[in-house]
């Protein structure tokens, strides 16, 4: 079984900065691409970034030139750095990994969430 823990979330002032951690861990053959969306009271969830194993990476408009996706693949870990933050960037995020689980299957494992909130 594949287990996904976010860490970070929490209450940041406008232009503020938070960092969002998530770890998988249970038997895990290979890790693909790893990835962060958000999901805002009464909209749809949407990607925040993601990044490839081989470390490219993938940003919405939104958050470009202020949040940052790393990872560390030793350590089955990827963090979202988040800079400037706006009381828009107020949700849940989700973690997300693509990965080959021990039957040898692709799977898509999500987190169970962490909270973000912008407010003054």
């Known amino acids: 079984q594949v287990r996904l823990a976010e860490s970070g979330g929490g209450l940041a002032r406008p232009g503020g900065s938070l960092t969002l951690s998530c770890v998988a861990s249970g038997t895990i053959l290979s890790i693909n691409g790893m990835g962060w969306y958000r999901q805002a009271p009464g909209k749809q969830r949407e990607l925040v970034a993601d990044?490839?194993?081989?470390?490219?990476?993938k940003y919405a408009d939104s958050v470009k030139d202020r949040f940052t996706i790393s990872r560390d693949n030793a350590e089955n870990t990827v963090y979202l750095q988040m800079n400037s933050l706006k009381p828009e960037d107020t949700a849940v995020y989700y973690c997300?990994?693509?990965?080959?689980?021990?039957?040898?299957?692709?799977?898509?494992?999500w987190g169970r969430g962490t909270q973000v909130t912008v407010s003054s």
């Open positions: 997300v990994t693509d990965l080959v689980n021990q039957l040898h299957r692709r799977q898509q494992a």
């Open positions: 990044i490839s194993s081989d470390g490219r990476t």
